[in-house]
């Protein structure tokens, strides 16, 4: 079965950094375009960032310049690598994967950015 796994999230200061990972297992992987969303507390889930399965990768707007999104496909993980951040990038982190048309979604890791 499809399992997401997210790792890395934690407390940190504004302008610090942090790296989540999502360790993906039960489907083929290097096939698949994956997706990091966030939540904050009363917003909906946006989209942060998505990467193909060739590598091309988007970063929305809002964190664009301080997110990188990356692919292993040897390890099956893909990370979000996280700079400069501000309280408002205090949310719940979620891995995510469509497969036809079923979502996949990770547990999430927590950020919370304060000082």
């Known amino acids: 079965q499809v399992q997401l796994v997210e790792s890395g999230g934690g407390w940190v200061q504004p302008g610090g950094s942090l790296r989540l990972s999502c360790a993906a297992s039960?489907?083929?992987?290097?096939?698949?375009?994956m997706n990091w969303f966030r939540q904050a507390p009363g917003k909906q889930r946006e989209l942060v960032a998505f990467i193909l399965s060739g590598g091309y990768s988007h970063i929305e707007e809002s964190v664009k310049g301080r997110f990188t999104i990356s692919r292993d496909n040897a390890k099956n993980t893909v990370d979000l690598e996280m700079n400069r951040l501000t309280p408002e990038d205090t949310a719940a982190y979620y891995c995510?994967?469509?497969?036809?048309?079923?979502?996949?979604w990770g547990q999430g890791t927590q950020v919370t950015v304060s000082s």
């Open positions: 039960g489907f083929a992987f290097e096939r698949y375009g």
């Open positions: 995510n994967v469509k497969i036809l048309s079923d979502n996949y």
